[in-house]
């Protein structure tokens, strides 16, 4: 028996940034979107560590350079460009070994011409980039790191003997107004949706902030045993289960339109597993 979309369920997003996307898919799939931005960016000065990082790269101090993000990669262009001529950063890439975290740090190293020398696989975890790069004989390596650090990541890079110099150039914050995620909070402890979309860890972490802020965290909890649980990949999932929250679906890749799709192939069934 063929399972329809989403047949009217309420249906949970976080994204910020791609929100009214997101909601527009669900809508394509017959849900009813609540859209609760969970996160914004926030770039870090140049002095906490961007400026001493170029300094060391242009005195020719690392052999690899690993980009997990496109923001991130385009930040750190654009921060290392006040001190120094535009190009400077582009050039000494490309001699250079350069790891590139799937398909978005591609797409920015792209556009400043520099040729990827290890793309990394989906699902572009920390994992596979280990893997990627385990044969390399690179020793000297600088990491562009996004949000807060990966210590696995870190971990993995110096058991494979390497020396590794992370280059945080942004985090991660809550919104502006957070209104809509304190009434998504509220609104999950009351059991109001039907499925909930998490398209990065950092989400998760918010969410549980401020249920614990509005006092609901434990009706939170509760909540996810009776909601479909949608997740975008192994570093979100993990997150999730960090907290306790089983992941019920993530998709065959991890691309929201992918995500929306086959939870809502699968939505009725999933559903009446929680129930």
């Known amino acids: 028996m063929r399972a329809v979309p989403f047949d009217g369920m309420n249906v949970l997003s976080f994204e910020s940034r791609r929100g009214a996307e997101l909601a527009e898919l669900i809508r394509r799939q017959g849900g009813v979107p609540f859209v609760a931005p969970s996160m914004r960016e926030t770039p870090l000065s ?6 001493t990082f170029a300094e ?10 690993i980009l997990l993000t496109g923001v991130g990669t385009r930040l750190l262009a654009k921060k290392i460009a006040e001190r120094h001529p535009p190009e400077a950063f582009p050039d000494v ?3 250079m070994t350069v790891v590139a975290r799937g398909p978005k740090p591609v797409a920015a ?12 696989p989906a699902p572009n975890t920390w994992r596979e980039l280990l893997e ?16 807060v650090s990966n210590v696995e990541l870190i971990a993995g890079l110096t058991i494979q003997g390497r020396e590794v110099t992370p280059v945080r150039i942004y985090g991660w914050d809550l919104p502006e107004d957070t209104a809509p995620l304190r009434e998504a909070a509220r609104r999950l402890a009351a059991g109001e949706f039907d499925v909930a979309f998490f398209t990065t860890s950092v989400q998760v972490v918010h969410l549980f902030r401020i249920a614990a802020e509005e006092g609901v965290e ?8 009776r909601t479909i649980v949608a997740s975008i990949g192994p570093t979100t999932s993990e ?4 907290y306790g929250i089983a992941t019920d679906i993530a998709p065959s890749q991890p691309r929201m339109g992918f ?13 009446e597993k929680k129930q």
């Open 46 to 51: 140049g002095e906490d560590g961007a400026w």
């Open 56 to 65: 060391r790269l242009f005195g020719g101090s690392f052999d690899m350079m």
């Open 93 to 95: 890439l490309r001699g």
């Open 109 to 120: 190293l792209r556009e400043m011409q520099v040729p990827v020398t290890v793309t990394v």
């Open 132 to 147: 990627a790069v385990a044969a390399r004989p690179e020793r000297r390596v600088a990491l562009q790191e996004y949000g």
């Open 218 to 225: 434990s009706g939170v909890r509760d909540a996810f045993r």
């Open 239 to 242: 997150m999730l289960d960090e």
């Open 259 to 271: 995500l929306v799709k086959e939870t809502a192939d699968r939505a009725v069934i999933l559903k």
